[in-house]
């Protein structure tokens, strides 16, 4: 059992390209969400999902696009990149309202826009 | 407004020493839980312990314990007999079940150094 998958762990852009960072998960989660990790400020929330053809924004959502066709991939996408979106991104997953509610974390990406 | 609150941002410990972690919350849901992380220097998320909103049953596991208040909005975390394999950055974190339509928000994270 995978749990959530992301890739690529690693990733350099240049200012102003745009890539897409992948998130799976095999656990029939609905929910899935995208948090950057910034220094000194914990875990921002970016965009969520609750369920396939369902998102909303985050905190800070500006400058990302998500979409979700299925249940097990909720790809985030940088459309220009800046340096400001030079972090830690981290995929999550859930259950909603039931009993084993919790979340499984992705092992996180680490981006680096020049 | 920030939902989750944890004060203090770096703590030093000699091994051996207890050492508590703070953090409150706010909401308006009456249905929410609340989660600890740990993040050690690896960088990913461990998993800790998770609350509901009706259940304020204090519990100790291991070393860790928790105190959850729901008077004071408080949900404090204590490492009894630190170890050096502590040292990382834990975070409290919340999520509202209507209000927040599942949403999980973290506090800032406190980083807590074990010297041994």
């Known amino acids: 059992n995978a749990g959530v998958t992301q890739t690529p762990k690693f990733q350099v852009l240049k200012t102003g390209q745009s890539m897409t960072l992948q998130c799976a998960q095999d656990m029939n989660h609905e929910y899935m969400s995208w948090y950057r990790q910034d220094p000194g400020m914990g875990l921002r929330l970016i965009h969520y999902s609750v369920g396939a053809g369902i998102t909303d924004q985050g905190e800070v959502p500006n400058g990302y696009n998500v979409s979700r066709s299925t249940t097990e991939d909720f790809p985030l996408r940088l459309l220009s990149a800046a340096p400001s979106q030079t972090s830690v991104y981290f995929c999550?997953?859930?259950?909603?309202?039931?009993?084993?509610?919790?979340?499984?974390f992705g092992s996180g990406t680490r981006l680096t826009v020049v | 407004a920030q939902k989750v609150t944890q004060a203090q941002t770096e703590i030093s410990v000699v091994e051996k020493e207890d050492v508590t972690l703070d953090c409150v919350y706010e909401?308006?849901?009456?249905?929410?839980?609340l989660f600890w992380y740990k993040q050690p220097p690896s960088g990913e998320l461990v998993f800790l312990i998770r609350r509901n909103s009706f259940d304020e049953q204090n519990e100790i596991s291991g070393r860790y314990s928790w105190n959850f208040q729901k008077s004071t909005s408080s949900f404090n975390f204590t490492i009894t007999a630190s170890q050096v394999v502590d040292s990382a950055v834990y975070f409290c974190a919340l999520s509202e079940m209507y209000y927040g339509n599942n949403r999980l928000a973290f506090g800032k994270g406190n980083q807590v150094v074990v010297i041994p």
């Open positions: 999550a997953s859930s259950y909603v309202g039931r009993d084993n509610y919790g979340y499984t």
């Open positions: 909401t308006r849901d009456t249905t929410y839980y």
